[in-house]
Each structure stands twice: as structure tokens, then as C-alpha cells.
């Protein structure tokens, strides 16, 4: 199966540039594999750059977690993070993701110096 970067989930998402979002879209037509890296990578770029609110964040990652042609990486630990990260969304998408993944591979706890996410089950605050 063919993989996709984060400028191809942006074009997918954003529809900003015609050409571009045709291109993108034929590329997954028959299927493409999302790295949790790229999803990452994805949400920094929404919330910076187009300035995504949490909420429209949450939908973008919700849509592309039910798109009938993308099969993300780690979908159980990308839909936990979506939850945490709808929960309590000063966290951001990231932090909730990165704990979700340790928390699927057996890694807990995941230390952190973050304030806020040391407050969340299965983080240590250093």
C-alpha cells in the first residue's frame, strides 16, 4: 500500500489549492497509509499555520480516521489520543498521541516536565 505525507493530508483537509487536492486525491484513490508521524506532523501544521481551533482540529483528525481510502497507522492509539484530546484540549493532539502509543506498547509511565500533561493518567511529572 502507498504512504502519504503530511502535505498530502493538508491538501486533503485544507482544499486550499485546486491542483493540488486533484493530485492528492488521485494519489489514495485505490488506498494510502498513514504514518502517526505524518498525522503529527499534520495537526502542528493545521493548528500553526491555518490556525485550527481545537475543534476543527478534532474533526480533521475524526475525518481522516473515517476516510474510506486512508487506514492510518495505530488507529485504536490515534482514536484514544482523539478522545483525551477532545477531553482536554490545552494538552494538544501530539502529547495525547505520543501517551497513547506508550500507553499500546506497554511504556508507562511516560515522563514528561509538562505541567499539564503530568496531570493525566499514565504520565509521571518530572
Known amino acids: ?3 502519504v505525507d ?4 493538508v491538501r486533503l483537509i485544507t482544499r486550499d489549492d485546486s491542483r493540488q487536492v486533484v493530485s492528492a486525491e488521485s494519489f489514495i484513490a485505490k488506498g494510502a497509509w498513514v504514518s502517526v ?46 478522545d483525551q484530546f477532545r477531553a482536554k484540549p490545552t494538552l494538544g493532539f501530539s502529547d495525547c498521541l505520543m ?15 509538562d505541567r499539564n500533561l503530568g496531570k493525566i493518567e499514565g504520565t509521571q511529572k518530572l
Open 99 to 113: 501517551l497513547e502509543l506508550a500507553r499500546k506498547a506497554g511504556h508507562l509511565p511516560l515522563g514528561t516536565l
Open 6 to 9: 503530511t502535505n498530502v493530508l
Open 37 to 82: 508521524l505524518a498525522l503529527a506532523e499534520t495537526t502542528w501544521v493545521l493548528a500553526t499555520v491555518y490556525e485550527l481551533s481545537s475543534k476543527d482540529l478534532a474533526k480533521a483528525i475524526e475525518m481522516l480516521l473515517n476516510h474510506h481510502v486512508l487506514v492510518l497507522q495505530d488507529t485504536d492509539a490515534v482514536a484514544a489520543a482523539l
Open 1 to 3: 500500500m502507498r504512504a
